[in-house]
């Protein structure tokens, strides 16, 4: 049983870092070559995989410890993108943000149902996200870019909502 439980917790953070990475190629332009960008996402991969056990010698509450983790990868979608730095902080936080919620919303749905096997549901819910990346695609890649285009033109205080968004979900997680 415990096998299972720790390969759902592999799946289901893969799934989850995945869906990420591919939300920030639909929302943003690559600057570098593919050799650099897997560079980058590797040693930041090997980079959590270090940290992540010395947080939670820290004591640190678990789900402190995976958003102090999931930070690191602002540094790839700053190295590797051709936007502002306005621009690429604009969409990491709107994306973790908004992968965070689906994440969210189906633990509680897995802690409710307690299903046989820890975390089925919110497996569930990230390949549903997963499954919606070409409806995300289509309809909301022009209207982020166009967000994008105003936030580099206007003000840059416009940054911050989804960070706010990101602190206000942390809150009720």
Same mark, same amino acid.
């Given at each position: ?46 980079? %959590?995989?270090? #940290?992540?056990? $010395? /947080? ?5 509450? &678990? !789900?402190?410890?995976? =958003? ?51 975390? %089925?549901?919110? #497996?569930?819910? $990230? /390949? ?5 990346? &070409? !409806?995300?695609?289509? =309809? ?34």
């Amino acid at each position: 049983m415990l096998d299972h439980v720790m390969n759902m917790f592999f799946i289901t953070r893969t799934v989850f870092l995945v869906v990420n990475i591919i939300l920030l190629y639909i929302f943003l332009t690559p600057g570098r070559s593919y050799g650099f960008q897997i560079l980058v996402f590797v040693l930041t991969w090997i980079a %959590t995989y270090v #940290l992540r056990p $010395l /947080l939670y010698l820290l004591n640190l509450d &678990p !789900l402190l410890a995976s =958003y102090l983790v999931g930070l690191l990868y602002l540094l790839p979608c700053v190295l590797i993108f051709k936007e502002s730095f306005h621009a690429k902080f604009f969409i990491f936080f709107m994306i973790f943000t908004l992968t965070q919620l689906t994440f969210l919303v189906f633990t509680y749905i897995d802690h409710f149902l307690s299903p046989a096997i820890p975390q %089925t549901f919110i #497996l569930a819910g $990230l /390949l549903l996200e997963a499954a919606a990346l &070409p !409806l995300i695609r289509r =309809y909301m890649k022009s209207p982020v870019k166009d967000a994008i285009e105003i936030l580099t033109q206007h003000n840059l205080s416009f940054t911050l909502f989804p960070v706010l968004s990101f602190v206000l979900l942390t809150c009720y997680a």
